[in-house]
């Protein structure tokens, strides 16, 4: 079985690690652009933050060092902007309510995936 899951987990890291990092990168590409989406004072600062975040993130859990503490954190992350975010969004209805929705099943469910890497992850 260790055969399977090895290989597996590897894939797994990977398609955990390079969206997160491409999705850092497109913060610093979009950031004016998502500012407004900031539920907190000092916008574009905050989405230049979370682009470093993600970046981080991605490139800790490819190289695997503290990659359990990225992923946990990259879930946390990921589930704020679920509540913070993607939520307000989905409640208000209508075309944007829809995208919004969308946004947040793709944060929860990626937020669950590292969750589940950062199982597999040593305490280091």
């Known amino acids: 079985m260790e055969q399977i899951i090895g290989p597996l987990t590897k894939l797994g890291r990977f398609l955990?690690?390079?969206p997160m990092a491409i999705f850092g990168i497109?913060?610093?590409?979009?950031?004016?652009?998502?500012?407004?989406?900031?539920?907190?004072?000092?916008?574009?600062?905050?989405?230049?933050?979370?682009?470093?975040?993600?970046?981080?993130?991605?490139?800790?859990?490819?190289?695997q060092k503290k990659a359990r503490l990225a992923s946990t954190l990259l879930a946390i992350l990921l589930l704020i902007f679920v509540f913070a975010?993607?939520?307000?969004?989905?409640?208000?209805?209508?075309?944007?309510g829809?995208?919004?929705?969308?946004?947040?099943?793709k944060d929860l469910a990626?937020?669950?995936?590292?969750?589940?890497?950062?199982?597999t992850q040593p305490i280091e």
């Open 26 to 63: 497109l913060h610093f590409m979009a950031a004016d652009a998502m500012a407004g989406m900031v539920p907190l004072p000092g916008g574009v600062i905050w989405v230049y933050v979370t682009g470093i975040a993600l970046i981080g993130a991605g490139v800790s859990i490819i190289i």
């Open 98 to 105: 829809q995208m919004s929705m969308m946004s947040l099943l």
């Open 85 to 96: 975010i993607h939520l307000p969004g989905a409640l208000a209805g209508g075309d944007s």
């Open 110 to 119: 990626i937020a669950g995936g590292a969750l589940v890497y950062a199982s």
């Open 16 to 18: 955990l690690a390079v």
